[in-house]
């Protein structure tokens, strides 16, 4: 999954990664980082938040164009045991538990 930390930064701007995510039954609950993000709606540019700081984070799939920070400073940090996966994504393997869709 793709990561981005809005709090505190500029729209698109804060750090961010691609990495394994846990989600709960229901999606509405993102595990990451030792952090416990909770889904919610209305807020600007960010789809999670983090349910002990309040800080807002985008949560989606990684994109193959790369172009996941619209505006970001650099690239996503890629989580070292992703990498083999993430690479295969890029090259046009499905994402894992996509593989039927």
Request: hydrophobic share 30%.
């Amino acid at each position: 999954m793709f990561m981005q930390l809005k709090t505190g930064y500029d729209t698109d701007r804060g750090p961010s990664w691609i990495g394994w995510v846990d989600f709960s039954r229901t999606w509405g609950t993102a595990y990451f980082h030792g952090r416990t993000l909770r889904r919610a709606e209305g807020m600007f540019d960010a789809n999670f938040y983090d349910v002990e700081t309040d800080e807002e984070f985008w949560v989606s799939g990684p994109k193959r164009d790369r172009t996941d920070t619209r505006y970001g400073p650099t690239g996503p940090e890629i989580e070292p045991d992703a990498v083999a996966a993430y690479r295969a994504f890029l090259d046009g393997a499905p994402l894992p538990g996509r593989e039927n869709g």
